[in-house]
């Protein structure tokens, strides 16, 4: 009788005390979690821009560019921490790949979504990926064996990370031709591929994320070997040979000279 009343006093308080330190790491990691919770947000409002039964479906997409620009002020803020009037906090904030996409959201905010647009897939892709790996620090707060099913969700997440980040970069490569699309649509102004290009530029050359360079370079030698094939027309040859040579030209030169080395 006693070690009954023992072990069920022991199970409510061990479960109080993991929500605790729970509530304390969201207390200690304010921004943290709260970029958690905007990236479960923009999820949120990708299904309900695709399934509108909240509201339209274009709410929803401004509101998971509004939560996209809001997650890549707070990173930016966590990452270069005060504003400083110079031109090496300027250098810096241009190379941050969450300024990259803080342009990205201002970018496609003056752009009307078209139906089953693709200008949303990078951002919910990041915040899947990004939204499970803290999920992850914060079950283990709860114990390292609450809630597996979500942690099951997670593993399988975070094993299929590099072709999420390799599907982002090729969505990003997309968008360029999309652009232009979206003009023919009256759907952008005649500045936006412009503004796109400068954006694409700065993740080509991006420190921390090497996928949009390596997609490029994939592309390429697909593209390339499609044309080599014997079988192929002569004007798809053409085509496929000048979209290649059209992307060299307008590839940054600090970066095209090491490939022209090699």
């Known amino acids: ?14 479960r109080n005390l993991n929500y605790y330190a ?13 970029l958690w919770a905007i990236r479960l947000l923009a999820i949120i409002f990708t299904i309900g821009y695709i399934l509108p039964v909240f509201g339209t479906a274009q709410n929803s997409y401004y509101k998971v560019l509004i939560a ?3 997650i890549s002020a707070l990173r930016l803020h966590q990452r270069l921490g005060t504003v400083r009037l110079s031109r090496e906090f300027l250098a810096e904030l241009l190379s941050e790949d969450s300024c990259h996409y ?25 915040c899947v990926l990004h939204a499970a ?18 942690r099951l969700l997670i593993s399988l997440v975070e094993f299929q990370s ?18 232009v699309l979206l ?12 503004i796109y290009y400068h954006f694409l ?7 921390r994320n090497p996928y949009t360079r390596n997609m490029f370079r994939e592309l390429r030698i697909l593209f390339e070997s499609t044309a080599n094939k014997p079988n192929i027309p002569g004007i798809v040859r053409q085509l496929l040979l000048a979209v290649v040579n059209f992307t060299c030209k307008l590839s940054p030169p600090q970066v095209q000279q090491p490939q022209q080395q090699q």
């Open 68 to 70: 996209n620009a809001a």
């Open 22 to 34: 729970l509530k304390n790491h969201v207390l200690t990691h304010k921004i943290d979690c709260s």
């Open 183 to 194: 003009i023919i649509l009256g759907r952008a102004s005649l500045l936006t591929p412009f």
């Open 162 to 179: 590099l072709n999420i980040l390799r599907l982002v970069a090729f969505t990003e490569i997309v968008l360029m031709p999309y652009t």
């Open 1 to 14: 009788m006693s070690d009954t009343g023992g072990s069920s006093n022991t199970t409510p308080q061990s």
């Open 102 to 126: 803080l342009f990205y959201s201002l970018i496609f905010l003056y752009v009307a979504p078209v139906t089953l647009t693709v200008v949303l897939l990078p951002i919910v892709l990041f």
């Open 133 to 150: 790996s803290y999920s992850l620090t914060l079950l283990d707060t709860l114990g390292q064996n609450s809630w597996w099913g979500a």
């Open 201 to 207: 530029i700065q993740r080509y050359t991006s420190r």
